[in-house]
């Protein structure tokens, strides 16, 4: 069984075109989506290991020793309130839930920080329901929440170490994109960092990942990555269609103050 629940994981990541969210981790893109997989990998390979050698010992007693196997009357040797073994046995998981523990708390400490060192800070922005992202160029992304496949990507250039402020506009929502950082929240009144660094040309898939109201399931997210030259086009596009049209949204609730009134 345990075969097949892993080879079916494997076969629904590869069918992932985008690297969405899968039931193992999509190739990382990015060094932080990158230290969050080797954590998962030194948490998980020790833990399945330890699981099957538990399994395997728990068939083998009862196998070996069952109750057929033994004379009748047979009581097997009593260990309760062995002192040494007490201690060991608190003392190894207490070692390990540490070690654990600090570790994960490093790796988070290290991606989930405002980078000073960074060559842009792009302010994300979760609202019900959808992303906006506000460039330093001084132009915003809309991005509507949408079931639709076609959904507005948040574009960022190649080689760059971006900072990523995050913000909410009213409840709770959690910016996810698996292939390159950990869930961030983007939450009301107080500012969350994370940062990214892609060095690949491409596209990779996310979703919101707070349970934020009845459009949650429309808040996906793609990142697109560009290379410089075409990201300083796609910049340039961006600033000409926001000159364009003074109101770049297209929300319903910007058209009556433009209107004249009856
Ligand atoms: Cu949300």
């Known amino acids: 069984m345990i075969v097949g629940l892993i080879s079916a994981a494997f076969l629904l990541n590869s069918c992932e075109g985008l690297g969405g969210v899968s039931p193992i981790f999509p190739t990382p893109v990015s060094p932080n989506g990158q ?4 954590l998962y990998e030194i948490i998980s390979i020790p833990a399945i290991i330890v699981f099957i050698g538990v399994e395997f010992a728990l068939l083998w007693v009862v196998l070996r020793y069952r109750r057929a196997k033994q004379r009748p009357g ?13 201690i060991v046995w608190t003392v190894v998981p207490l070692i390990i839930v540490l070690a654990i523990s600090a570790y994960s708390f490093v790796t988070l400490l290290k991606d989930f920080q ?3 060192d960074k060559n842009m800070t792009i302010v994300i922005s979760g609202h019900q329901f959808g992303w906006d992202y506000a ?47 950990g869930k961030t929240d983007a939450v009301p009144g107080y500012p969350n960092y994370s940062w990214l660094k892609i060095d690949q040309v491409g596209s990779w898939r996310g979703e919101c990942a707070e349970l934020c109201g009845v459009g949650h399931s429309t808040m996906q997210i793609i990142v697109q990555a560009m290379d410089q030259p075409d990201y300083d086009q796609w910049v340039k596009q961006q600033l000409a269609t926001a000159t364009a049209s003074p109101s770049p949204s297209a929300s319903p609730s910007a058209s009556p103050s433009t209107s004249p009134s009856p």
């Open 35 to 38: 230290d969050i997989y080797t």
């Open 114 to 116: 405002p980078v000073s």
């Open 74 to 86: 047979y009581v097997p040797p009593q260990i309760h309130g062995h002192t040494g073994l007490e």
């Open 135 to 181: 460039y330093p160029d001084g132009f915003t992304v809309h991005q509507q929440g949408t079931l639709a496949s076609d959904v507005t990507p948040f574009v960022v250039p190649t080689h760059t170490l971006v900072r990523l402020e995050f913000e909410g506009t009213d409840v709770i929502h959690s910016w996810w994109v698996p292939a390159i950082s």
